[in-house]
């Protein structure tokens, strides 16, 4: 998860840097190079990476597509059993709701943290340049997602969490955020806005530091306000950043687990949790159907792939208006 | 490192909008304390005596605030004591599982990022037959989800014998990770290579530049993406959790993790796990308090051209 989730980071750099080819291309050394070549020496610098790549990335995603026509419990050898994982998975009602408790768990989880993220990057954008500020705005997105979880266990705890406390004292009454069906993936959801608001807001005040000031001068002059500055000149000028940061997002999005994990529901209550990551994990580990939380997986990785470039098509997301 | 944007982008405000500004600053200021409060109340929780929490429920400082919580997670007390304080008496050694969370997190933050540094330095200085294909394959790995992976991993490690290891918990992060490279790569095209070139002319081998030029030169970017995998590995969760879970190698996220489903599930160990908590946060706020202008500078590369 972490992964997906800190790749924005790169990818907002390589937003900006135009071809790279571009950059040393004709530089005399280069040419130079590229003319002698240096197939040997690369060998060498690549040699680790290669080997992490082929071993850990490589061979595995083969053998995951392999193992999703296997019936493989991790002890036997896995034998194949053609695309009988796949009709299962078609026909199965806990792969279905876990598509959909994940679906719902992403639209509430990136349309809060996109909007709230927003605004807090404009708010810091309008207000203050001061790093402490965005530091302490950072502090959630370090701390592990399981210590955030229990966290939030804690504090939504229907008995003696400080939340509950808040409300029984405002005059409403007592919730059991975890254990009431219709509340518990939504409380995830935002337990989870609530722990990258601030890293996506952050990405976001970034990418207006990149907005010409020139710009906001204009709009000034020309008598538009907060609101009509925010619509007309940040937003369309913030969005091939908003692309990259909301691929990257709904990527990782898709693949929420650890704070469903450390629910002690075990993706209760009655599924309500039961997201297609932790439905994977449970069908592999605990019920050890390796062939069958395979199939489910590769179906996660073609699903993330046509999210992936529909969005991107969408968004229309690389050309900058600023171009 | 974007500091020289920020001037330019700073726009001025008419005087107009000042009453608006203060509003702006009180939704700021709610929006820090809704961000950090929650911790508040978990250091608060961790120096709560178990037997108060149902009394003491929403003052800002406990009434008789202890150190027993931390002395329970840390393993130095006895079953009765922790038994007494709330706890459910499972031995419970903190202190060995923040070990291994420094040494996981630490060791593979400075292999990876060496080895990812190579990789990189490869791909944006070097020419051979097929780089663009080889990078090009590096960068669809970003794609792929890590549980995709993790399943054969998982098979791989097991049939290698190293469930319960170090080697098996390190493996498949110490080499590399796509995005390592990835980020690495575009860093080092997007520095100028006079000074390597000067060392070329000086009969310095590609070896002497990565290590004498490169490497010194750009020691900052370096250490961000160290100091970032090392956050991620810090955060990593599953695969500790699947390969190391035994006391000797299990992480602090594991540890966490297994604390909460050993605690009773009907009235679970608050006051404890929040203590075990403060310890896996305690870290990073270090790291906030020596690296923190580091790491959100490194969220606006725009000034890296």
Excluded at chain 2, 96 to 116: D, E, H, K, M, W
Excluded at chain 2, 144 to 164: C, D, E, Q, R
């Amino acid at each position: 998860m972490a992964g997906i989730t800190g790749s924005s980071l790169a990818v907002a750099t390589a937003a900006h840097e135009g071809p790279p080819e571009a950059v040393g291309a004709a530089r005399p050394g280069r040419r130079r190079a590229a003319r002698r070549g240096d197939g040997r020496i690369a060998s060498l610098f690549l040699a680790p990476a290669l080997v992490g790549f082929a071993l850990f990335y490589l061979y595995p995603t083969i053998r995951g597509v392999y193992f999703s026509f296997t019936d493989y419990d991790l002890l036997s050898p896995p034998h194949s059993v053609g695309a009988a994982n796949y009709r299962y998975l078609w026909r199965d009602p806990l792969f279905w709701n876990a598509l959909r408790v994940t679906l719902q768990y992403v639209v509430i989880n990136i349309v809060s943290q996109t909007v709230l993220a927003l605004g807090l990057a404009w708010l810091m954008f309008r207000l203050t340049r001061s790093v402490l500020v965005r530091v302490l705005f950072l502090v959630p997105w370090l701390v592990p997602n399981v210590a955030v979880g229990l966290l939030w266990l804690w504090l939504l705890d229907a008995n003696l969490g400080f939340v509950n406390h808040l409300i029984t004292d405002l005059g409403g009454s007592s919730q059991g955020f975890f254990t009431t069906p219709s509340l518990a993936m939504p409380t995830i959801a935002v337990i989870n806005t609530w722990q990258y608001t601030g890293y996506t807001a952050l990405l976001f005040y970034a990418g207006m530091l990149q907005i010409p000031g020139t710009l906001f001068e204009s709009a000034r002059l020309d008598g538009a306000g907060e609101v009509r500055t925010f619509t007309r000149i940040t937003l369309p000028l913030l969005r091939p950043i908003m692309a990259l940061v909301l691929v990257v997002s709904l990527i990782g999005s898709f693949q929420i687990f650890d704070t469903v994990s450390i629910d002690p529901a075990q993706g209760g209550p009655v599924n309500a949790t039961r997201v297609i990551y932790y439905y994977i994990y449970q069908l592999a580990f605990t019920q050890f159907r390796m062939g069958y939380a395979s199939a489910v997986a590769v179906t996660l990785v073609l699903i993330l792939g046509v999210l992936t470039f529909l969005q991107l098509r969408l968004l229309r997301a690389s050309r900058s208006d600023l171009a | 490192m974007s500091s020289q944007n920020e001037p330019a982008a700073r726009p001025r405000r008419s005087a107009a909008f000042r009453p608006g500004r203060s509003a702006a600053w009180i939704v700021l200021i709610i929006a820090l304390v809704v961000t950090l409060f929650p911790f508040y109340w978990m250091v608060r929780t961790a120096f709560t005596p178990a037997a108060d929490l149902p009394s003491d429920t929403t003052s800002l400082w406990p009434h008789h605030a202890t150190l027993i919580n931390f002395e329970r997670v840390l393993g130095l007390t006895s079953t009765q004591q922790d038994l007494a304080a709330g706890g459910s008496g499972a031995t419970l050694d903190l202190l060995v599982s923040l070990r291994n969370s420094v040494i996981y997190a630490g060791l593979i933050a400075v292999a990876q990022t060496f080895f990812c540094a190579m990789a990189g330095y490869a791909f944006a200085r070097l020419r051979f037959r097929g780089r663009d294909l080889l990078f090009g394959v590096f960068v669809m790995a970003l794609m792929v989800p890590p549980i995709f992976t993790m399943l054969p991993n998982f098979a791989l490690v097991k049939s290698l014998g190293w469930i319960g290891s170090f080697q098996g918990l390190i493996a498949p992060s110490l080499l590399m990770t796509p995005f390592a490279v990835f980020f690495l790569r575009q860093f080092f095209l997007s520095v100028p290579t006079e000074v390597e070139e000067a060392a070329a002319l000086d009969g310095a081998g590609r070896w002497l530049q990565f290590w004498r030029v490169v490497l010194p030169m750009n020691r900052g970017p370096l250490i961000t993406i160290g100091l970032i995998t090392a956050v991620w590995a810090w955060k990593d969760y599953l695969w500790p959790l699947l390969v190391g879970p035994d006391q000797s190698t299990r992480v602090l996220t594991a540890a966490l993790g297994i604390f909460l489903q050993q605690s009773p599930n009907t009235a679970p160990d608050w006051t404890g796990l929040m203590a075990a908590a403060v310890l896996a946060v305690i870290p990073v706020a270090l790291l906030l308090v020596f690296f923190g202008r580091r790491l959100v500078e490194s969220l606006n590369f725009t000034g890296i051209k």
